[in-house]
C-alpha cells in the first residue's frame, strides 16, 4: 500500500505544471488503446503505456486520435490508484468473424480426438465456447457447431478420465434435437463409469438399439457392460422389465455374432465356438444352481413359518415347549443356511468379465469410431455440415452499438451420414497454443507440455509477423521448452536478480484472439519461491500456458505452467532459479536496454497425427 502511496505522490508532483492529453488508437476490431502513439519507420504504430509497450500493424488500425498539450492543474489523488495491468478493455469483433474463428477452434477440436490428443482437443473447444461467451453470443445447443463444441468438450474429458468434468456438457446437450450416435453412447459410458445412473444408461442405450438395423458393436459393448453392472442387483435383475432389456441385447448379440462363422462373443470378447460353448454351458448350470437354491431358501422359509406356528399353539396342541422351541431354532437355522447358498449361488454363476469403462466414440462425422483407434486411410469420413454463419452486419456509425447475438437457428435433424458428401481419411493435423516469452536477441522459452510430439512451431507477434521457430530443446524436469526464431532479433525481458515474494504483473493471452495477438496484462502477488511446487495467485486466469511473470520492476520471475482449469488464484510456475537453470549458456550475456513485456507471443505448435 505505502508503494502505491509513494507512486501516487510522484505522479502527481510530476504533473503539476502539464498533462499531456493521451492519444487513442482505434483497432479495426473496435477496441481503444489510449497512451503515447507514434509510427515506427515500417509504417505500424506503437503505443506507449504505464505498462509497456504496444506495437499495431497498419492494416489493424481504423483511426488514430491525437491528444493535445494542455496546461491544467492537477488535484493530489485522494487514495493510491490502482494498478494499471487490472483495467483490460472490452474486445468486441464482428459475429461473423468471431463464429469463423470458433468453427476452426471447433474443427482442430476434432482433429485432435482424431489424433488420440485428447488433451489439445480440450483446449481447443474451451477456447471456441470461452470466445463465444466473450462476445456475448449465445450458446444455441442445437446450432450444430455450438452442439459440436460441447459434445467435444465431454468426450475430451471422458478420454481424459476426468469424469466429474464430463457429465455437465454432456447432460447440457443432451436435449437437443442435434442428439447422436455419439452423445447417446458416450453418456452411458459416463454413466457406467460414474455407477450413479446405470439404469439410466441402460434404458437410454436399449432405446437406441431397438431402433438400429446394423450391427453396432461399440454401442453393444456398451449396452452389455451397463446390463451387468445393473445385473448384479439381483432382485432388479429378476423384475419383468430388465428380464425383457436382456432379450433385446440376447437378440442384438446374436446378429452379431452372426457375422462370424467360428467365433461367438463372451461379454465383449470374441472367442472361439467351441470354448464360448463350454462357458454358456456352465453359466446355464450356474443359473439352474442359483434357481435350486432359491427354491431350497422359498421352501426353508415355509418351515419356519410352520414352526412359529406350532410354537404359538403350543398350549392348544399339549406338546412340549421345549421340543417345539427346538424345532423352531432348528427351522432357523436350516434356513439360514439356505440364504447362505443362495448368495454363493448367486455370485458364482459364470459371468463374462466386462470392462469397467470405455474409449469415448466420435461424432459419425469423424468415423464414429472409438477415441484412440486408428482410421485407415481408406475408410470415407463423412464431411460435417458447414456451420451456420450469421450474416455480416453493417459496419455501425459512431452512436450505434454493436450487438453480437446470434440470429436464431431452425433446429434440424442430424443429417445421415450415408447422404453427407465424403471424403478419404487423411491424417489430421494437431495444434496447441502457449505463450512465447523472449529471453534472448533469437531466444523465446515456453511450456514444454504444449510441444510434445509437435514438429512445427510458429509465432505470432503483437504487430501482425509471424516467424517458424526451431526448437532447441525440451526439459521434463523444468517443464520448459527453448525456441530459437532464426534471422529474427528482438528486445527481450531480463531475468531478475532473485524474488522474494509480493506484486507481479503476468503477460499473456487470457482471450482468445480473433485477428492480431495482443499480449495483456493480469495483476497477481506470489509468495517467496520455496523447495518444492511454487504457485502464484492472478487476479485473472491466463489461459494460455507458458505466460511471463514479472516482479515491480519488469523483469522475469517465473513462467506460468497451469492449465485452463487451474485455478486463478492457484496458478502453477517455474521459479526464478528453475528458469535461470534452464537457460544455462543460452541466457545473454547482456542486459536488453528496452525490455518490451507486451512483446510475448503467441506459439503454435503443431504435428500431423500419426
Known sequence: ??????????????????????????????????????QNDSGNYVVKTKAGQVTFSSVDVAKWEK??????PVAPPSKPSAPLHESVPEVKAPPAAVMARAAKLVDQGYAALQAADAQAALENFQD????????RIRIDLNHPQQFACIQGLGIAYLALGRYEKAGDPLDRIYPSRLRDRCLIINRAILDLVQKTNVSRGVKEMKDFLARQTEND???LNVFGAGL???GMDERFSQAPYFQSVVALYDAKNSELEATRSREGRWGAEWIAIDLLKKKRIAQRQGIVEFQQAVEAEQYAAGGVSAAQANADAAATNRISPAILNAALEKAHQQLKSSELRHHAAWKAIPRPDWPKTFAPVLPQSFGGLAFGTPIPAQVAIAIPAPPLVPPPTPKPVASEKIVTTMPPVIPVNPPEVANAPVMKAGKPTVSRYAVAVPVGPDLVVTAAAPLENATEFQLESPDGDSFKGELVRRDPVSKLALIRIAGKRMPYLNLAAGFNGGEVVCWGFPEV???????EFLGGSATAPKAGAWTVSLRRHPRLIGAAILDGKGALVGITL???????TQMAAVTLEQLRAFLGTDAPRTVCSNPNPSGVMQLTASHEAQ
Open 228 to 230: 451387468a453392472l445393473a
Open 67 to 72: 491528444g493535445d498539450s494542455v496546461a491544467v
Open 513 to 519: 484472439i480473433i485477428f492480431v495477438p495482443i499480449a
Open 1 to 38: 500500500m505505502l508503494r502505491w502511496i509513494r507512486i501516487a505522490f510522484l505522479t502527481w508532483t510530476a504533473l503539476q505544471v502539464t498533462v499531456l492529453s493521451a492519444d487513442t488508437l482505434i483497432l479495426q476490431d473496435g477496441r481503444s488503446i489510449k497512451g503515447e502513439v507514434s
Open 128 to 135: 471456441a465456447k470461452s470466445l463465444w461467451e466473450r462476445q
Open 562 to 568: 497451469g492449465d485452463r482449469d487451474t485455478p486463478a
Open 217 to 219: 458393436e461399440i454401442a
